[in-house]
């Protein structure tokens, strides 16, 4: 693929200008010519973001700075650390904040893109798009990357290990840490240190993570009642799994449900 104009050739505003992203990007020293060009001419388009870890060439350019973002989800730690006034979303598909707009990593890219040609062409031609990219369902903004049952699960013979393999099977039980400190067969605080030294969360997350994917996955292929999906889930309420998707979905149920459903 090469391009068709050059960074001296390309001196004029455009409607839409995405940066791509790449594996090497995130350790990449800044390109000053690349940087250069995004904060004159990649702010006068009527649009602007990245794709998976073109979000470190914004971030270099000084254009991420108080500004809501993602990434894919491997690079976004590294992502928030190196630009600590950005507001990176660990967990979203793609992220819109005024004009600019950025996607996780690769197909999550196709995500964005449809939505932007059904922003500016309409829906219709945003599906007949989805369907010659045998795309099956367009994936919105708000949803997750990925599930936290895919944070690594540790040697089941470790007190780590025990607990999520306990958590994973049992989740309707209550979990205090106490709770998981006696599963692990170490102390409250001994357990409390190995989740967050081991996997960057707190007990209380972990635990609230796998509630909640378990309910997303409910509401996604079923329609069992809210308040079933909340006591199955090991939510105390329905009001407490509501709490707990506007907090770190910024959906209720019914509106993820509403969004997502796909039986």
């Known amino acids: 693929m090469v391009a068709d104009l050059s960074f001296d050739q390309a001196d004029r505003a455009f409607h839409t200008v995405l940066v ?9 020293p800044p390109d000053d010519a690349l940087s250069a060009w995004l904060r004159r001419w990649g ?8 794709i998976c870890t073109g979000a470190f ?9 108080g500004r809501t973002v993602t990434t894919h989800w491997i690079c976004s730690k590294q992502l928030a650390t190196q630009f600590p006034a950005a507001r990176v979303e660990h967990d979203r598909i ?6 600019l707009v950025t996607s996780a990593g690769v197909t999550a890219g196709i995500d964005l893109s449809l939505s932007l040609v059904g922003e500016d062409h309409g829906p219709a031609l945003s599906l007949a798009c989805a369907k010659a990219l045998v795309v099956v369902a367009q994936r919105q903004g708000g949803q ?6 895919l944070i690594s699960v540790r040697d089941p013979e470790t007190p780590l290990g025990k607990v999520q393999t306990y958590v994973m099977e049992h989740i309707r039980e209550a979990f205090p840490v106490e709770r998981l400190a006696d599963i692990g067969g170490v102390s409250p605080r001994s357990i409390a240190r190995l989740f967050v030294s081991e996997l960057s969360v ?8 796998v509630r909640l994917d378990q309910a997303r996955k409910l509401l996604e292929s079923t329609e069992v009642a809210l308040k079933t999906i909340a006591f199955d889930c090991g939510f105390s309420s329905p009001d407490q799994m509501r709490s707990a998707f506007q907090r770190r979905l910024n959906v209720t149920p019914q509106q993820y449900r509403g969004s997502f459903r796909t039986a």
């Open 20 to 28: 791509a992203g790449g594996p090497h990007l995130p350790a990449s």
């Open 43 to 50: 702010v006068a388009a009527q649009r602007y973001g990245s």
């Open 57 to 65: 060439a914004l971030g270099h350019a000084g254009l991420l700075d």
């Open 94 to 99: 793609y992220s819109r904040d005024d004009r």
């Open 144 to 149: 997750s990357q990925f599930s936290p049952l």
């Open 202 to 209: 707190t007990p209380h997350e972990f635990v609230e993570g």
